[in-house]
C-alpha cells in the first residue's frame, strides 16, 4: 500500500532524521521525498510504501510527535501597508504596537519613494481574526493602515506556511470542497518537484497553477462567454461549434432530427452550458442523448454524465473504466502528466462517467503500427464516418472521423486550429504545455498522426473540426 504524508517538521537539525527513524522502525519504504526551505520551510512530503496495518501505526508516531497537518490550526497571513511620515524612528510606534499585541512578522518591504511618506509593508500572522480588529483599531491611531491583496508569483510572504496558503487560495477561488485540499497539495508538491528537477523556478510553476485555477473561475456564470458558429452541411444536418473560453470545443451535430454530440468540455462549466444547450435545443430533458468522445481526457469528458450514450473506442472506453474505478487512467500512468492531470481533475470537479453508459463501438488495434489506421464505419443521420484511431501520440484511444461525401473532419486534438483561437484559449492553453512538460504523449507521433490526416483528405474543400480554435476551413487542390 502506498500513501503521501504532508508533514509539518520543526525546521532545525535532525527533523527529518525523526520522521525516517519512525518509517524505518516499522518496516515502512520511503518512495519520495520533497522539500524545498525556499519555498516553505517547514512542509515536507514523503510518499511511503507498506503494509496497510505498519502505515496506520505511522499515522500514531507522526501525529504523536506534532509531524502531522493539521488545517483546524492553520494560521493566517495578512499584508498591512502602514503610510509613514518618511523620517527616522516613524515606524517604531508600529513595532511596539505589534509586539505588545504578541503579533509575529513574517513579511517586511519598505522603500522610499521621493515623496514625504513611506509605504511601509508588513506580513503579521493572525489565528485570531478578533484580536486583528482591535490591532487595526489601535494602529489607525498611529497612522492609515489598509489590508492589502498579494499575488503569490510577485512574493512569498511567509514560507513557512506556503503550500497550505497557496492551496486556501485555489480552494477559495474555485469555491472547492475542503476535502480536495490534500489532493491539491499533494499533486502542486509533485508538479512542483518535477519541474524544479528540470530546472524550472518552483515559483514559475505555483504561478501557472495560481493563474490556471483564477482563469477557470474567471470564466463562469455569467462570463462564461463562448464562441459559437453554425454550419450548414446540408439541408437537413447543420452543425453548432461551442468554444468555451478554456477546455475543449462541444460539437452539436442535428441530422434529420437526430441529435449527437462530440466532446463535452469541463464539468466545472455543467450549468453555463446546459442554460446554452437548451436554448438550442429546448427539449433536450426529454431527447435520448448520445455523444461521441475523441479521447478520453479530462477537458473533453466533464458532462459526460449526462448522457445516455457514450460512443468510444475500446481504448477510450478502458481508460473511462479506470478513471470510474479509481486507478490510473492513461494520462496518470505517465510520471510526467499525472500531477496537472490531478490537478485539473480536482480543480474543475470531474467525475467520470458509469461505464455501462459507454459504448465500444470499435476494437482499437493492436500492435499498431502506422500513425494512423481505419478501424471502422459510423453513420449518423445523413453523415457516414470512416473512423481512424491514432496511435497514441496525444492520447491512448484517440479517434478521427472522416465524411468524405460531405467533406467534414472531426479530429480532436490530433489537430487543432492553433491560429483560429480567441485571447482566452490561446492564454487558457499555454499552462499545461508547462506543468505536463507536453500535451502529447508523444509529440513526435502526434505530428505524424497530424500529416497522416491531411494525407488522407481528398480533392476540394474540407471543413476540420479541431477540438480547440474555430473550424478550419481547407482547400485541397489537384496539382
Known sequence: MKKTYITNMPNHIGAFLKASECFAKLGINITRVS?????????????AEGEEEKLCEADSLLEKIGYLQNARTEPRIVLLEFTLIDKPGSVTE????????????????????????????MGLFVEDEEKLNVFLEDARLLCPVK?????????????????????????????????????LLINTNIVMQMLDEKGLSPYKTFESISRFAHLLSACRGEKFLPRISHHKITENTKI????????????????????LFIDSGYALYKEEMLTLIKSFLPDFDSIKKRIYITHADVDHCGLLPLFDEIYASSKSKECLELEYKGQNAFRE???????????????????????????????????????????????????????????????????VLIDYANHIVFSGDIYVNIHGMTKEQTEYNQYAPVLMTSVDTDPVLCALERKAIMQRLGQGDWQIFGAHGMKKDYNLKME
Open 35 to 47: 522539500y524545498n526551505k525556499a519555498v516553505d520551510s517547514h512542509t515536507l512530503f514523503i510518499d
Open 94 to 121: 508600529i513595532l511596539r504596537l505589534i509586539n505588545d499585541f504578541k503579533l509575529n512578522i513574517s513579511y517586511i518591504s519598505s522603500q522610499e519613494n521621493g515623496t514625504d511618506v513611506q509605504a511601509f509593508k
Open 333 to 399: 500512468q505517465n510520471p510526467l502528466h499525472k500531477p496537472y492531470i490531478n490537478i485539473c481533475k480536482a480543480l474543475t470537479c470531474y467525475q467520470p462517467p458509469e461505464p455501462s453508459k459507454v459504448k465500444a463501438l470499435w476494437q482499437s488495434p493492436e500492435n499498431q503500427t502506422e500513425p494512423l489506421v481505419q478501424t471502422g464505419f459510423f453513420d449518423f443521420g445523413e453523415l457516414h464516418f470512416e473512423v481512424y484511431e491514432g496511435k497514441g501520440g496525444h492520447l491512448q484511444g484517440e479517434t
Open 147 to 183: 489590508i492589502l491583496d498579494y499575488n503569490h508569483s510577485e512574493k512569498i510572504l511567509d514560507n513557512s506556511v506556503f503550500y497550505n496558503s497557496f492551496v486556501s487560495e485555489l480552494v477559495q477561488c474555485l469555491g472547492l470542497s475542503e476535502n480536495l485540499r490534500d489532493n
Open 240 to 259: 453548432i461549434l461551442i468554444e468555451p473560453p478554456c477546455g475543449s470545443n462541444t460539437a452539436i451535430i442535428q441530422s434529420n432530427k437526430e441529435i
